[in-house]
């Protein structure tokens, strides 16, 4: 990239002179090793190929995940999808707000998948190391909550599963004002080994039993959806 465009870029709010001068600063104070980071070509800078950027591999990383192309099961699932910080915090400028988000949500997306592929693969630990990882950095995601409760379903922990279920609903109340998804209570309600219970007629009475019971032992409705779900 030309000097002067990675200078605007960097600095857009300061003169060009400015910049180029915040630029020369910066690049005089790189690390000086055996392999240099940026290489200078002219008015032209580029990063040094043997350089190893984590944003590049953490972006190779996740989309092989979500795309499937480690293949199963994972001799060495990358765990290092667990760990990691927002792209460049402290700085405010449109382009690092936009690339942030999107290697955030590249990197949950990443999560889920990996979660999912470990619970098929039976190893559960793993697989809610990856879920609480994606817990961390964003708590009302529903989708690492249900592979929370997936994983204790798996292991035939019904108490748990209910007990995050339970945890999650509060939480979603208290933080938005709504209800977990039906696709979430029909985890649940489809695993669970409830028996049948008579039907009534009332508002209830066009829910699924295991759901209706489900929601008796949460201590209140799941849903407010009263159409029947097939």
């Not at 019904?158 to 208290?174: C, I, K, Q, S």
């Not at 649940?188 to 009332?202: F, K, N, S, V, W």
Request: glycine share 8%; aromatic share 4%; hydrophobic share 40%.
């Amino acid at each position: 990239m030309p000097r002067t465009v990675l200078a605007g870029t960097l600095w857009p709010e300061v003169t060009e002179e400015h910049a180029r001068g915040s630029l020369r600063t910066t690049l005089w104070k790189l690390p000086r090793g055996e392999l240099p980071l940026v290489r200078c070509c002219g008015d032209v800078l580029m990063v040094a190929p043997a350089l190893r950027v984590d944003v590049h591999v953490l972006t190779r990383t996740a989309l092989g995940v979500v795309a499937g192309g480690a293949p199963p099961p994972y001799r060495h699932p990358p765990l290092g999808l667990l760990t990691g910080e927002d792209l460049l915090p402290g700085w405010d400028e449109d382009w690092v707000l936009l690339e942030r988000e999107r290697l955030r949500q590249l990197r949950l997306h990443a999560l889920d998948s990996l979660a999912h592929t470990l619970i098929e693969q039976g190893r559960t630990a793993l697989a809610m190391e990856a879920a609480w990882a994606g817990i961390r950095a964003e708590p009302l995601r529903e989708s690492a909550h249900r592979v929370v409760v997936s994983v204790h379903l798996a292991e035939g922990n019904v108490g748990e599963a209910l007990g995050h279920y339970a945890m999650f609903r509060t939480l979603l109340n208290e933080e938005l004002g709504i209800e977990p998804s039906l696709r979430f209570t029909r985890l649940l309600g489809e695993r669970l080994p409830y028996p049948t219970a008579p039907q009534h007629h009332d508002r209830r009475s066009t829910m699924p039993a295991t759901v209706q019971n489900l929601s008796s032992s949460l201590g209140g409705p799941v849903s407010h959806v009263t159409h029947r779900v097939d």
